[in-house]
């Protein structure tokens, strides 16, 4: 690759939510490629670490960790103590389990909307206002392609998160007048531990093998394959810079064309 574009955000300062891996983790490359600061949150602290550091050494900028559960009051409580100011927040967490529609709790509800709606609700809400005084700020929500198509045994992530749809798209319109942007982005299936762990799921599920629904999936995506963690930082990278300022309040596809829609 030539060059990479300025991204005109060096020196700035990032939260990233449930970064040790995965998706979460390619934002944080993505923005420490950029020259930002980094607090990475994850719950297991060793792959945390790991993850801190192979980040300093590859772009030399300040990495600090927070090894707590983002879904808690307790857990966000002591990562906001640790991020302070912050320029950009990427909110992110753990997906809601599978299942069946008719087997659903109040308490399966009240988990999802916890981990999948409040808790970027809370983010923002306690980070916003400085962006806000300081007249410039960035928030990406990582949702799910299920906002715009419901993937059925996903449907208490289908529910929480078209809850923080909502929410983000009257919010982001309040907010920009003060230089501070909100968008989501929506990711296909992308190689991640998530993905192997859907995919074995499946596979017992429709007494196949994992190999076998992988190809099936490949198959239904027009770019016959899975997305990487690396090119969804990238546009999460994008998202966060000085080049987006005019982006407000949309909800961004990653999934290799896998929604089949006009718009
Ligand atoms: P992943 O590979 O399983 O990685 C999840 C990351 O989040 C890990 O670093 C994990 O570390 C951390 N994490 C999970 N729960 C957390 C919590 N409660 N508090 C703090 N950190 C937490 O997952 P992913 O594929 O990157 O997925 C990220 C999000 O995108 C999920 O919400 C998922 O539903 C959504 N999504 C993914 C895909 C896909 O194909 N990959 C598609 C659509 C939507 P610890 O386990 O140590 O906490």
Not at 43 to 72: E, F, K, P, S
Not at 188 to 195: C, M, Q, S, W
Not at 214 to 233: L, S
Request: net charge neutral.
């Amino acid at each position: 690759m030539g060059d990479a574009m300025d991204l005109g955000i060096r020196g700035k300062r990032a939260l990233v939510c449930a970064a040790s891996r995965g998706l979460g983790a390619g934002c944080a490359q993505a923005l420490a490629a950029a020259g930002v600061d980094l607090v990475i949150n994850a719950r297991g602290a060793d792959t945390l670490d790991a993850t801190a550091a192979a980040l300093r050494d590859a772009h030399g900028v300040n990495v600090a960790t927070v090894a707590a559960d983002i879904t808690t009051l307790d857990g966000r409580a002591q990562v906001l103590a640790a991020a302070g100011q912050v320029d950009i927040l990427i909110t992110n967490a753990g997906g809601p389990p599978p299942g069946l529609w008719s087997d659903w709790s109040r308490d399966d509800f009240i988990r999802a909307i916890d981990a999948n709606m409040l808790t970027p609700v809370a983010l923002m809400q306690a980070l916003m206002p400085g962006m806000i005084a300081r007249g410039w700020g960035r928030v990406i929500n990582i949702t799910s392609q299920s906002v715009k198509a419901p993937i059925a045994e996903l449907g208490l992530s289908n529910s929480a998160r078209a809850g923080l749809t909502g929410f983000v798209a009257g919010t982001a319109r309040q907010v920009a007048q003060h230089g501070v942007t909100i968008n989501n982005l929506l990711p296909g299936i992308h190689a991640t531990d998530r993905a192997t762990a859907l995919d074995a799921g499946a596979a017992e599920r429709q007494g196949s093998t994992p190999d076998a629904v992988r190809a099936a999936r490949m198959a239904a995506i027009p770019a016959r394959r899975y997305g990487t963690a690396a090119e969804f930082g990238a546009a999460c990278a994008f998202l966060c810079s000085q080049h987006a300022g005019f982006i407000v309040g949309q909800n961004i596809l990653l999934d290799g064309g896998a929604t089949n829609a006009t718009m």
